[in-house]
Nanobody, 116 residues
Framework: QVHLVESGGGLVQAGGSLRLSCAAS????????MGWYRQALGKQRELVAG???????NYAVSVKGRFTISRDNAKNTVYLQMNSLKPEDTAVYYC??????????WGQGTQVTVSS
């Protein structure tokens, strides 16, 4: 069974930075397909950053230039470096694969709160 554990969230002032981590274990899958999603209160969950099948990365327009997704295959861990944070980045952040996301399987996520 796949187990994803997100960490690194917290409270930060606008303009600050956070680095999220997602440790993956169990199952047979590749972190190469993983992405970071977020869900703000009262809003739908959205894809923030992910890896393409070709190995490159893609980002939501709202975070492009500020967020960077990376991975350490040896540690089975995916990261999200978030810089120049804005209050509108406040949300619960989740890591997941597209397939698990499609079928509604999610971890606990990690809360990110950006104060103005």
């Amino acid at each position: 069974q796949v187990h994803l554990v997100e960490s690194g969230g917290g409270l930060v002032q606008a303009g600050g930075s956070l680095r999220l981590s997602c440790a993956a274990s169990g199952g047979i899958f590749s972190i190469n397909a993983m992405g970071w999603y977020r869900q703000a209160l009262g809003k739908q969950r959205e894809l923030v950053a992910g890896f393409t099948s070709g190995g490159s990365t893609n980002y939501a327009v709202s975070v492009k230039g500020r967020f960077t997704i990376s991975r350490d295959n040896a540690k089975n861990t995916v990261y999200l470096q978030m810089n120049s944070l804005k209050p509108e980045d406040t949300a619960v952040y989740y890591c997941n694969t597209p397939v698990r996301a499609k079928y509604g399987f999610w971890g606990q996520g990690t809360q990110v709160t950006v104060s103005s």
